[in-house]
Every structure is written in C-alpha cells, then in structure tokens.
C-alpha cells in the first residue's frame, strides 16, 4: 500500500493538471456544465481554481474520497460540496455581508487571541490516503469537487462561507478554529453541504484522556453534538483514533 501511494503521488505531481489527472485515475467523469442555477451560482461566487461536476449516483462515497485525497497529495486545497439552494443562498449573503479579506483578517485575530502560538508545516498529504476514510455523505442535487485558490485548508470556511444561522459559527470562527485543529492534529476539511462539515484527520487523539479537551472544544463550536453524545467524555471516546470528524448544525 504504501509502494501504491507513494507511486500515485509521483504521478500526480508529473501531471501537468493534476486536478484532472486525479479525476481520470479515479475513474470520475469530468463534466464542465451544470443545469442546476444553484452550481452555476457557487461556480461564479468561488475562488475556484478547477472543478468536476457528478450526479448523485455517478461515484461511490470512497471514490469521492479518494478524488479528495490523491488532489490534495498533488498540493491542492480541495472540496467535495453538496450542492443544494440553502448553502448557495447562505454562500451569497455571507459574501455580502464581508470580503474575503475581511473574514480572513478576522480569522487570524480569532486565532492569535484563542489559539497563539507558532504554526506548524501540514503534515505529509499523502498521508490523508492512509485509511481512506469516507463520510456518510447526504442527499445532493449535484456534487461539486473543487480545488480552491487557497493558501492552507484551514481557510475553506471563509472562501466558502457558509454558516452564521442558529448555533452555527459564521465564517471566520470556523476559519480560526480549523487552523487550531489542522496545526494540532492535521484535520482538514474535506466535505461540506448546506448544515455540515466533515475533516479528515491525520493525527487524531489516541486515547480517551488526550481527546477530552478537544471534546470540549469541539461541544462549544458545535452544540448540536449533544445529539449524538452526552457528555465530553464519551465524545472523547468516540474521538481516539479517529480519522473522521463531522460536525452537524440544526
């Protein structure tokens, strides 16, 4: 397995559009049209760099991942998004309501205040292959995988700003604390739709102990866990060793 990765990397950065190299290896179709106005509308409002456009239907939820996992080995920032009218309405009024240096300036203020310290190199992106870990993805009217004009992964909440509604953080709070968890544990973001956010997690908590303070953490930037969990503590037990974090707002 690791020969294979190692091998996939090699190809992908001798690729002269590793984008589309990765679809192709996985076997994704590439479709550059969308019928839908609500994909047409993300397709004008974000900093993308290239896309893909599938169906529902058109790829199993671990291909989606492994279109994730072998561009982000390629350098890119990606995104697999679930396409439907509520998150391209709540993309457009936070883009109203703040700039793109606006949220990003109020992220790194978040930041410096609550989180300090020095920032940490990412870790190895191939590594992200390793288990191939999928969420449990929901109903879309189309998926848009995308690669961002971005500088890390922690900034994918302000470039694509959804949230701000109910309990939902706005922007720049995802943005400041997905900084905090990529530099402490290598946690990216990898799949969003209009009510949730799922990361990818490359160096987890791997006991109960170690991930209590992320649960806290975690319970305070996004309540509606409570749901699933009653306490920090058995949050934390479902945290250790986890490659998969995902985050649910009613």
């Not at 671990?62 to 890119?76: D, I, N, Q, V």
């Not at 703040?98 to 989180?115: G, I, R, V």
């Not at 209590?212 to 749901?227: G, H, N, S, V």
């Amino acid at each position: 397995m690791a020969i294979l990765l190692v091998l996939l990397l090699a190809m992908l950065l001798a690729a002269p559009n590793a984008l589309a190299d990765a679809g192709a290896f996985w076997g994704l179709p590439e479709r550059k049209t969308s019928s839908l106005p609500d994909t047409r509308a993300l397709l004008e409002l974000l900093p993308i760099e290239d896309y893909t456009l599938l169906s529902p239907g058109e790829a199993e939820e671990s291909e989606l991942m492994r279109w994730y996992c072998a561009a982000y080995a390629a350098g890119k920032v990606p995104l697999i998004i679930a396409v439907d009218e509520n998150l391209t309405f709540t993309v457009r009024e936070n883009l109203h309501a703040a700039s793109l240096p606006d949220t990003l300036k109020a992220a790194e203020a978040l930041y410096a205040q609550n989180a300090g310290g020095m920032d940490v190199p990412p870790p190895a992106a191939v590594r992200l292959s390793r288990d191939m870990a999928y969420p449990s993805v929901p109903f879309a009217q189309e998926w848009l995988l995308v690669t961002l004009r971005a500088d890390a992964p922690w900034q994918v909440p302000a470039l694509v700003p959804f949230g701000g509604w109910n309990d939902c953080p706005p922007p720049a709070e995802q943005a400041a604390a997905l900084r905090d968890w990529q530099n402490r544990f290598g946690a990216v973001p990898c799949l969003m739709t209009s009510d949730s956010l799922s990361l990818l997690v490359d160096r987890p908590p791997q006991s109960p102990q170690e991930a209590l303070p992320l649960a806290q953490e975690m319970l305070a930037f996004c309540e509606d866990l409570y749901l699933g969990f009653e306490s920090a503590g058995d949050l934390a037990q479902a945290l250790s060793g986890a490659g998969l974090w995902y985050f649910w707002w009613d």
